[in-house]
């Protein structure tokens, strides 16, 4: 029992931390994405891993930050799917509801782009949370045990994503681990805001129209620090030694 409350508490805090983020470039780690049925690790190239095992439903779910559905209609996906069976990827809302499913190649040997319009009348509103499901037609829509490599997942309300539009989003920080002067570098340096938040959810320090943050005061750990440009809002993972 104890257990089982200790994991509600821990979702009721990541649900009431939602805030909108619309790039995920997985340039330093796996911005909040978890595995269900599955795993879920991040690279220092820039990329995350989703490794699916034999549980029907698995899935890479994102539970700490929302979506502008109403905004944002376009979903742009570059991945590398090395599963054999797993030929369909499937988007789906807050309830479970599949608002979107792509047909993708299997055994890649490189990466492949798809972009899909979502016009299911269930894509609105803030959506929170929102999950990725490998899926194999041979097997009834079902996952199969499978690996997929995500570069990035954008939600944009465009139908077209140039290789600017990609660049233009990506961050990174420094030094990583960090004592006290925390850095952030981003491809136009237009940084508006910085916000540091503990892995309760808890806003911990912000500043605005500044690339660096003074983090001497906080307590050792690890730290997420969500940066707002005038392209849009990413999330990083830092540590404070």
């Known amino acids: 029992m104890k257990k089982i409350t200790c994991i509600l508490l821990f979702t009721i805090s990541l649900l009431s931390f939602a805030q909108e983020q619309h790039v995920y470039n997985f340039d330093t780690s796996e911005e909040s994405f978890i595995g269900e049925g599955g795993t879920v690790t991040a690279s220092p190239a820039g990329y995350v891993t989703f490794t699916s095992t034999t549980s029907s439903y698995a899935r890479m779910a994102q539970y700490v930050y929302n979506v502008d559905a109403d905004t944002y209609k376009y979903l742009h996906i570059r991945i590398k799917n090395l599963s054999a069976d797993n030929d369909i990827l499937a988007l789906a809302n807050g309830t479970?509801?599949?608002?979107?499913?792509?047909?993708?190649?299997?055994?890649?040997?490189?990466?492949?782009?798809?972009?899909?319009?979502?016009?299911?009348?269930?894509?609105?509103?803030?959506?929170?949370?929102?999950?990725?499901?490998?899926?194999?037609?041979?097997?009834?829509?079902?996952?199969?045990?499978?690996?997929?490599?995500?570069?990035?997942?954008?939600?944009?309300?465009?139908?077209?994503?140039?290789?600017?539009?990609?660049?233009?989003?990506?961050?990174?920080?420094?030094?990583?681990?960090?004592?006290?002067?925390?850095?952030?570098?981003?491809?136009?340096?237009?940084?508006?805001?910085?916000?540091?938040?503990?892995?309760?959810?808890?806003?911990?320090?912000?500043?605005?129209n500044s690339k660096s943050i003074n983090v001497e005061n906080l307590i050792k750990g690890l730290y997420l620090i969500k940066i707002t440009t005038n392209t849009g809002i990413s999330t990083s993972k830092f540590l404070k030694n």
């Open 96 to 208: 479970g509801a599949i608002v979107a499913s792509i047909s993708i190649s299997v055994n890649d040997t490189d990466y492949k782009d798809y972009t899909v319009e979502i016009t299911n009348s269930k894509w609105t509103g803030a959506i929170t949370p929102f999950k990725f499901f490998p899926k194999s037609t041979a097997n009834g829509n079902l996952s199969k045990a499978g690996t997929i490599i995500y570069d990035y997942i954008i939600f944009s309300s465009s139908s077209t994503l140039a290789v600017q539009d990609i660049e233009q989003h990506k961050s990174s920080l420094y030094p990583n681990p960090v004592k006290d002067i925390l850095n952030v570098k981003t491809a136009k340096n237009d940084v508006r805001k910085l916000e540091l938040y503990d892995m309760l959810g808890k806003k911990v320090a912000g500043n605005f």
